[in-house]
């Protein structure tokens, strides 16, 4: 059973920066893509990047040129570094693995954003 583990989260005031970490309990080699989901309350969850295996990314409008998704296959990790964030930025953040039509999802951290 894979198993994704989030960290980085918590409290950051508007114009600050924060990276999250995803560690996948094995190699993420074996995946197709990963990415990174996030849920406001009250909101429903959105992809916010994505990365495939091949290194092709994709990202929501809301957090382009502010987020940037990798990877590191020698940690078997999945970063997101967040830049410039805004309060609406706060929301859960969800880790995710693709590997076919199977997707498994971490537990999420919370990442909140004052103003």
């Known amino acids: 059973q894979v198993q994704l583990v989030e960290s980085g989260g918590g409290l950051v005031q508007a114009g600050g920066s924060l990276r999250l970490s995803c560690a996948a309990s094995?190699?993420?080699?074996?995946?197709?893509?990963m990415g990174w989901y996030r849920q406001a309350p009250g909101k429903q969850r959105e992809l916010v990047a994505r990365i495939t295996s091949e290194g092709r990314t994709n990202y929501a409008d809301s957090v382009k040129g502010r987020f940037t998704i990798s990877g590191d296959i020698a940690k078997n990790a999945v970063y997101l570094q967040m830049n410039s964030l805004k309060p609406e930025d706060t929301a859960v953040y969800y880790c995710?693995?693709?590997?076919?039509?199977?997707?498994?999802w971490g537990q999420g951290t919370l990442v909140t954003v004052s103003s």
């Open positions: 995710t693995a693709e590997r076919g039509t199977i997707v498994v």
């Open positions: 094995t190699s993420i080699f074996i995946f197709g893509a």
